[in-house]
């Protein structure tokens, strides 16, 4: 079943970002879904039992704040740990996804080997 059956939930609207994380998730274990706009993510997040979301600010249809907040009014979704992952690496974009209740900040481009150390992170806390 994976790390401890842990199942990751990616939501970012680039298919090769999308296939490279997945990819390297699977490599360590975890199961990984993915949705490719915010609506669909949060369609995801209620209808499965997610361990961690990894979410991208800048989507079609619904930004990444706009899915946060949603995630976080919800009973269901609320207290799934969600990593913003995201191209935007401005300081005030950090302290926001904070704010919104992120529990990481990841940036584009990556590293795999730092995916993998943040999420094992996370993921055992």
Do not use: H
């Not at 369609?43 to 990444?64: A, Q, Y």
């Not at 992952?85 to 950090?94: G, I, L, M, P, R």
């Amino acid at each position: 079943m994976g790390k401890s059956g842990k199942y990751i939930l990616i939501i970012d609207d680039e298919q090769d970002v999308v296939d490279l994380c997945k990819d390297i998730l699977e490599m360590e274990g975890y199961r990984v879904d993915f949705a490719l706009n915010g609506k669909d993510g949060i369609k995801k997040s209620l209808t499965s039992n997610f361990d961690l979301i990894l979410l991208d600010i800048m989507l079609p249809e619904m930004d990444g704040w706009e899915v946060i907040e949603v995630l976080r009014l919800n009973e269901k979704t609320k207290n799934i740990p969600v990593a913003m992952f995201t191209a935007k690496t401005e300081f005030k974009n950090k302290v926001l996804g904070i704010q919104q209740g992120a529990i990481d900040y990841i940036t584009k481009p990556f590293v795999p080997e730092e995916i993998i150390y943040r999420v094992n992170r996370i993921l055992s806390e």
